[in-house]
């Protein structure tokens, strides 16, 4: 792998004509190696994007797997009486994988060409510092919860709801692996939040490396799994950021089927008001704490609450699904 610009080499090698490798880092060398091993950008860029959402998403999923396994973790359960079962867990697996390979895999052609007519940085080294990829990724962070909470209130209208994003909502206590549980067109209109925010950063900025956009995907699905896992304990992000929204914000929006709306952030829903109904919730439960009510009459307590939340839950999809042009029967 020299910095020769013999025509002998091949065209990938040809981009790297002007490369000192002896400058680059440990990750920037195995980047450049991957994509003149792979000798065919498209392909490279296809590759590792699948091989990434892959890595990332799954493995995020195995410690949540394996908790939901270890009864002595149930104590941080929000809805404690919900334990995903084998045969749940299998059946969402095997759902979100058929997607991944007949969907995703199949429109993953299309971006490479796109980051050429945004003009994305993807083969080129040196990749960029973390003084630039953080702002970057924070504002794609704010882009998407901004986006996803208009995209998915307009998920829960009747018709929309009933033909897409009804089968996300098919787990009312959601774990890891119920994060991309989702109808091909929700993963479109939703992902769209995901990849319009560096694709417009970077045409109106230009400057975006394909990295950053790596990083961001990385803590996005993090993000999402996580949001999905059932668990709220009491080192979790939104203890720390109180304005992050994690499993306690959207196991509520799967229980209870109206409010929180948002991904990553609280503040859509605080400032719209789609978070009355879970700040009543987070309320009573709340004052329970302070009145002094023993463990297992909390726990009672919280049973009750979780249960009438998902009866209302349950009556508020019915609503959703009997909207028929215009009207919204209710029963
Ligand atoms: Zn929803
Ligand atoms: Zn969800």
């Given at each position: ?149 208009f995209a998915h209130q307009a998920l829960h209208w009747g018709p929309l709801y009933k033909h897409i994003h009804k ?18 067109a929700?993963?479109?209109i ?67 089927f109206v409010?929180?709306f ?12 789609t ?40 009556e508020a999809e019915k609503v959703a699904e009997s909207y028929t042009y215009g009207k919204t029967k209710v029963q």
């Amino acid at each position: 792998m020299s910095n020769s610009t013999s025509t002998a080499y091949s065209a990938t090698a040809q981009l790297y004509a002007n490369t000192d490798f002896s400058k680059l880092t440990w990750l920037e060398f195995q980047w450049a190696s991957f994509y003149l091993w792979i000798d065919n950008p498209i392909i490279a860029t296809g590759l590792m994007s699948f091989l990434l959402h892959e890595i990332v998403y799954f493995g995020r999923c195995i410690p949540w797997i394996i908790i939901d396994a270890i009864p002595y973790f149930r104590k941080w359960k929000l809805q404690p009486g919900k334990i995903p079962s084998k045969q749940e867990q299998w059946e969402c697996t095997k759902q979100v994988l058929f997607s991944h390979f007949t969907i995703e895999l199949p429109a993953i052609w299309l971006f490479h060409p796109l980051t050429e007519l945004v003009g994305l940085a993807t083969w080129q080294v040196p990749l960029p510092s973390w003084s630039t990829v953080i702002p970057q990724v924070a504002f794609f962070f704010v882009f998407e919860d901004i986006f996803h909470y208009f995209a998915h209130q307009a998920l829960h209208w009747g018709p929309l709801y009933k033909h897409i994003h009804k089968i996300h909502h098919k787990y009312s206590a959601p774990f890891g692996l119920a994060a991309e549980y989702a109808h091909p067109a929700e993963v479109f209109i939703l992902g769209t939040g995901t990849l319009a925010g560096p694709f417009l950063y970077c045409a109106f900025r230009g400057d975006l490396h394909i990295f950053a956009m790596y990083v961001w995907i990385t803590l996005r699905l993090f993000q999402a799994v996580d949001a999905h896992s059932g668990y709220d304990f009491p080192w979790s992000l939104q203890h720390i950021l109180p304005f992050w929204s994690g499993a306690e914000h959207h196991d509520f929006h799967h229980m209870a089927f109206v409010n929180n709306f948002s991904t990553s952030f609280r503040w859509c829903d605080a400032i719209f008001g789609t978070d009355d109904k879970y700040r009543q919730y987070r309320a009573k439960m709340d004052a329970a704490k302070k009145s002094g009510m023993s463990m297992q009459e909390l726990a009672k307590l919280e049973q009750r609450m979780t249960e009438e939340a998902a009866r209302e839950g349950v009556e508020a999809e019915k609503v959703a699904e009997s909207y028929t042009y215009g009207k919204t029967k209710v029963q």
